[in-house]
T-cell receptor, first 117, second 118 residues
């Protein structure tokens, strides 16, 4: 099975611009979570999607948004970029069974490294 | 809400020596516990997890961890490290409901950089 894929792997933007990152989960996985990783703040949870619905959200401003499509692929968007948004953005997928029981393992992609100049 | 504290930001060790990476957590609900490893310019790879049952869990690459509920700890150990174990290690916790279904949000510690010297 192919792992979690994220595109693009690297991105350079300037302040004020917006950016969209993409994540394709492992085949059969219906839950996708996003995390931001920075040297200062470490790994922080952004949001989680399941069945095209956001079911959990971290403490980030409204400039950070996401969505999930019917094929479970997910995108996250950051508008009006700030220098502090420079980070590695990680996507993780997990399997959710028919009774909504999770295998509890999140499989991570390689990340998208965003640099804001 | 949960929080995780990794007690050492950096751990240097010589090859073939044992190592312990310490992790303490805080939570008002039952939790699941995880250790992930991150190699440079890569994502996170799961080493092992504790969901329930035996408090000693074994993972990949010879790592193991012990869940201690009274001390709210989940320390990671390896009896003999290799140069290839040099990486950053993250302890993480997720809340679990009474039915065993967990929620998506992982709370991570700040990470421990393990450096194995020849």
């Amino acid at each position: 099975k192919a792992g979690v894929t994220q595109t693009p792997r690297y991105l350079i933007k300037t302040r004020g611009q917006q950016v969209t990152l993409s994540c394709s989960p492992i085949s059969g996985h219906r839950s996708v979570s996003w995390y931001q990783q920075t040297p200062g703040q470490g790994l922080q949870f952004l949001f989680e999607y399941f069945s095209e619905t956001q079911r959990n959200k971290g403490n980030f401003p409204g400039r950070f948004s996401g969505r999930q499509f019917s094929n479970s692929r997910s995108e996250m968007n950051v508008s009006t970029l700030e220098l502090g948004d420079s980070a590695l953005y990680l996507c993780a997928s997990s399997f959710i069974g028919p009774r909504l029981a999770s295998t509890d393992t999140q499989y991570f992609g390689p990340g998208t490294r965003l640099t804001v100049l | 809400a949960q929080s995780v504290t990794q007690l050492d930001s950096q751990v240097p060790v010589f090859e073939e020596a044992p190592v312990e990476l310490r992790c303490n957590y805080s939570s008002s609900v039952s939790v699941y516990l995880f250790w992930y490893v991150q190699y440079p310019n890569q994502g996170l790879q799961l080493l092992l997890k504790y969901l329930s049952g035996s408090t000693l869990v074994k993972g990949i690459n010879g790592f193991e961890a012990e869940f201690n509920k009274s001390q709210t700890s989940f320390h990671l150990r390896k009896p003999s490290v290799h140069i290839s174990d040099t990486a950053e290690y993250f302890c993480a916790v997720r809340g679990a409901n009474a039915g065993g279904t967990s929620y998506g949000k992982l709370t991570f510690g700040q990470g421990t950089i393990l450096t194995v010297h020849p």
